[in-house]
């Protein structure tokens, strides 16, 4: 891979200050929520963020500000250190550095085009000087990358001929065709059948340790979050309430809300004692 | 499955309340699709039961075909239910037809749907919506009765009864469903069939919605059917467990011993498929070394 020269390099994807409040309009009344409330963390080459927290607490408006979708009300995104533009070729060079893998993957992928054309487009905006057999080789390996193999079987079929899994290895594929140093992952298999999420994980960890990729993992889901990532950041009403190596914060939570999350979230191994708690009148 | 192990459960739960045998149920569309294949379960008086499976897997068709709630193309091609009704009678729930049906639905087994945030009606107050349970069901009650009733099982379920006169728009998704909620206990059903309950709500609220079943459970005494793909909420709330693969019932038994010595090889998947929380980490193959170095 030609790309990955780059990604040797130390370098960041930094949030500095991130601040987003939304304009809401009911009627003639205007209100400003505060979606994101000064957030700041550095992702490094070879580690995962995980930003973990309810529906609402701003972790994809965080996402989305990452991935340049959404500008910040005020604070700023650093590449290496950087401002980066929010247009134009600036715009295009930061997106080849990092890249976005959604939640959907029924409705991330075009479905009037085939898989391959998902891949060769971008290969094909950040690599003007490749010919189109190159472009297809490229995309092909990538099928293989992600295990669609082999890849000339899905090259040419469309979306709705793959399963769920299948479609979100698509999205990883795309999102690594630039040759990307970031991955920002919303939600990336919570809408997948549950006996295929792990694989689908299993698949990015292990791309992210060959390509020694930042990513920033955003779930809802504790236990991943904590087997993925090295670091967790806790976020609830737009606010990080806690941050802190994943062994940590899952074993050892410090903020209020945090045992709450971590008490709510199912865990087999308290098996029966919810029952038992009521029976005692808990 | 296990012969000894149902006796033991049996004896330790009481009398069973539905037992459904060899149930099948077809999609009749082209070509037709076995949704259900010759499942069996038993539930007992009180207990929760919990059924485990993937999407598309038949659990769903499964809980209408229980409720004889199946429209066309479905439908049930073999297999018998029978509900043991508190009184002592046996009710062949297949056989029943025109207004016995109607009399047995939401008096003896209901139902809280898949998606229940959106089956509350939007241009209808909650008030107007629990009285119609009653007006269809109970048509000697009093309008006094039914207000007051309707602002009872509110309070049962958490949610204060001037709520009553609100629209679903105006509740949240948590007490959405716990007005779904209310309105499955409101006729006082010896069986509640919870399909989902609780996929859609965020952590935290889906927590209180369980305890908040759990906590009824002991004092009403119903059983439930608790349909999920989230296993690892099974485990923790259930006391047994029915695992669904393709239409078969390929597993069930005590929670604990579905979690501790699964038999089937897809039960041990789909267990592994949810890294622990606290323990180890079972399938997930990235390790810290790994990661720390320059591949």
Redesign the interface.
Known sequence: MSGRATAIEATTLEARNLVKDFRLRSGTKVRTLHAVKDVSFTLEPGRTIALVGESGSGKSTIARMMAKLETPSSGEVLLDGRVSATRGGGLARYRRDVQMVFQDPFSSLNPFHPILHHLERPLRIHNPRLSSRQIRERAEELLERVRLSPAATFADRRPHELSGGQRQRVAIARALAPGSRFIIADEPVSMLDVSIRLGVLNLLAELQRQEHLGVLYITHDLATARHFSDEILVMYRGEIVERGPSEQVILDPRHEYTKTLLEAAADPDRLGRLRDDVRNGG | MNADANAVSTAALGEPVLTARNLSIEYEVDPPVKAVRGASITLHRGEILGLAG??GCGKTTLAYGLNRLLKAPALMTGGEVVFHDASGDDIDVVGLDGEALRRFRWNKVSMVFQGSMNSLNPVMNVRKQLHDVFTTHRPGMKRAEREARSAELLTLVGVDPTRLSSFPHELSGGMRQRVMIAMALALDPQVMIMDEPTTAL???V??GI??EI??LR?RLGFAVVFIT?????L???S?RIAIMLDGEIIEQGD??QI?RAPGHPYTR??L????????D?G????T?A??????
């Open positions: 993937e999407s965020d952590v935290v889906q927590r369980i305890r759990m906590r002991e793909h989230d296993l690892p909420l485990i923790e709330i006391d929670a604990e979690y998947r789909l592994s498929s949810f890294p622990s929380l606290r323990g980490r399938d997930f193959i990235r810290g790994a990661a720390g170095g320059a591949a």
